[in-house]
Structures are given as structure tokens and as C-alpha cells.
């Protein structure tokens, strides 16, 4: 049974930094494509960050040079920095994984990834 639970989430100011964190059981992260998805009230869930099994990043426009994804195989662990956010960033991040994909990660919807965590919420005051 594939279980993804966040961790990180909090309130910040304006130009501050987070990490968040998904751990993964019943999963071995890096062997397809995972990524981090983020829904504010009234609007769908967008794509953030995606990374591959081979390890390459794909970032929404509006994060990248803001935010990185990495994962760490020793702690079978997915990561989001996140530095220099923004009000517009406030949201409940989720992280998911893909059953089968193992790469073009950031061209699939949330609709097409299979496994989700329930959620952290960031929130970010101007």
C-alpha cells in the first residue's frame, strides 16, 4: 500500500523560505515520476514541480528560480524548497506519484498522478 505524507507546511512573511517534505512507504521514490501539486480555494489543483526517475526538474513558471524539488533515496523522501515566496504562493500543497511514468512527469495533470499525500498548508502574509 503506497502512502505519501507532507510535512513542512506553516505561515510565513513575505519573502520567506519553507521546506516541505513527503515521505513515501510502499514506494521507492526515484523509480518514476513524482511531483508537487498546489490548490488554493475556488481554483483546480496546479502543478508545481516534477521530477523524473532520472532526476530531471520541470517548475510552473510562476516558482521557477523560486523553488526546488529534490528527493533523497537514502530516506526515500521528496523535497520543495521553497525561497522567496509570495502571498499568490498561499495554498495546501500536495505531494503524488506517478504508478507508471518515468519521465515527461510535468506534462501529465493531477489527474493523471495515482498516489496522493493529504496535504500542508502554506500560508504566506504580505
Known amino acids: 500500500q503506497v502512502q505519501l505524507v507532507e510535512s513542512g507546511g506553516g505561515s510565513v512573511q513575505a519573502g520567506g523560505s519553507l521546506r516541505l517534505s513527503c515521505a513515501a512507504s510502499g514506494y521507492t521514490i526515484s523509480s518514476r515520476c513524482m511531483g508537487w501539486f498546489r490548490q488554493a480555494p475556488g481554483n483546480e489543483r496546479e502543478r508545481v514541480a516534477t521530477?523524473?526517475?532520472?532526476?530531471?526538474?520541470t517548475y510552473a513558471a510562476s516558482v521557477k528560480g523560486r523553488f526546488t524539488i529534490s528527493v533523497d533515496n537514502a530516506k526515500n523522501t521528496l523535497y520543495l524548497q521553497m525561497n522567496g515566496l509570495k502571498p499568490e504562493d498561499t495554498a495546501m500543497y500536495y505531494c503524488?506519484?506517478?504508478?507508471?511514468?518515468?519521465?515527461?512527469?510535468?506534462?501529465?495533470?493531477?489527474?493523471?498522478?495515482?498516489?496522493w499525500g493529504q496535504g500542508t498548508q502554506v500560508t504566506v502574509s504580505s
Open positions: 503524488a506519484a506517478h504508478r507508471l511514468l518515468t519521465f515527461g512527469c510535468f506534462s501529465v495533470s493531477a489527474g493523471g498522478y495515482n498516489y
Open positions: 521530477i523524473s526517475s532520472q532526476g530531471g526538474t
